[in-house]
Antibody
Framework: EVQLVESGGGLVQPGGSLRVSCAASGFTFSNYGMHWVRQAPGKGLVWVSRIHRDGSSTDYADSVKGRFTISRDNAKNTLYLQMNSLRAEDTAVYYC????????????????WGQGTMVTVSS | DIQMTQSPSSLSASVGDRVTFTCRASQDIGNSLAWYQQKPGKPPNLLLYAASRLESGVPSRFSGSGSGTDYTLTISSLQPEDFATYYCQQYYNTPPYTFGQGTKLQIK
């Protein structure tokens, strides 16, 4: 079964740090770009970050640039998001998502999502 | 960045109804549009991509259309399991990957 399972969420104080992880199974992890998408309570979906299949390039939303770092370990089939200098507005469910990319199909979409891990930034 | 705007923000309908959701991009996105369904407490689920192509396993009552800046998602005959929030997302110019704010479909 193709699956993504996030872990590592929790309560952290403003200015603190947290690392969330996403364990992949059921597919060849190293063949896919991977992303983090977050959703604040009662709000919509917001893209956070992406990493190339081999980890050679990364991108970030402006709201997290310089504070968050995405990485991956293809030997462990695991995606990470290191979050530093956390703010109250970072409070959200963090989803990891697989991007499937096919130029022939014009398909460049998030086709597999994890269940999410909740990060709460509060004193 | 490309902005995505969905309308309406919420919609009430009954089982068996035909419903249509609208998504407008701030610029031409050349059919590079996906639709997702999200139920409470669950992750999003991909429904369509390239504006009108149905993802494998998605019921045929879901369909998409549009071009340029304006796109629609239609459910031909609502089923009880369809009550959820629907998001559009553009992938014409990324990053960032931008989503609409969502349309919540509620039971009338």
């Amino acid at each position: 079964e193709v699956q993504l399972v996030e872990s590592g969420g929790g309560l952290v104080q403003p200015g603190g740090s947290l690392r969330v992880s996403c364990a992949a199974s059921g597919f060849t992890f190293s063949n896919y770009g991977m992303h983090w998408v977050r959703q604040a309570p009662g709000k919509g979906l917001v893209w956070v970050s992406r990493i190339h299949r081999d980890g050679s390039s990364t991108d970030y939303a402006d709201s997290v640039k310089g504070r968050f770092t995405i990485s991956r370990d293809n030997a462990k089939n695991t995606l990470y998001l290191q979050m530093n200098s956390l703010r109250a507005e970072d409070t959200a469910v963090y989803y990891c998502a697989r991007l499937t990319d096919s130029m022939i199909l014009r398909k460049h979409v998030f086709d597999i999502w994890g269940q999410g891990t909740m990060v709460t930034v509060s004193s | 960045d490309i902005q995505m705007t969905q309308s309406p923000s919420s919609l009430s309908a009954s089982v068996g109804d035909r419903v249509t959701f609208t998504c407008r991009a701030s610029q031409d996105i050349g059919n590079s549009l996906a639709w997702y369904q999200q139920k409470p407490g669950k992750p999003p689920n991909l429904l369509l991509y390239a504006a009108s192509r149905l993802e494998s396993g998605v019921p045929s009552r879901f369909s998409g259309s549009g071009s340029g800046t304006d796109y629609t998602l239609t459910i031909s005959s609502l089923q009880p399991e369809d009550f959820a929030t629907y998001y559009c997302q553009q992938y014409y110019n990324t990053p960032p990957y931008t989503f609409g704010q969502g349309t919540k479909l509620q039971i009338k």
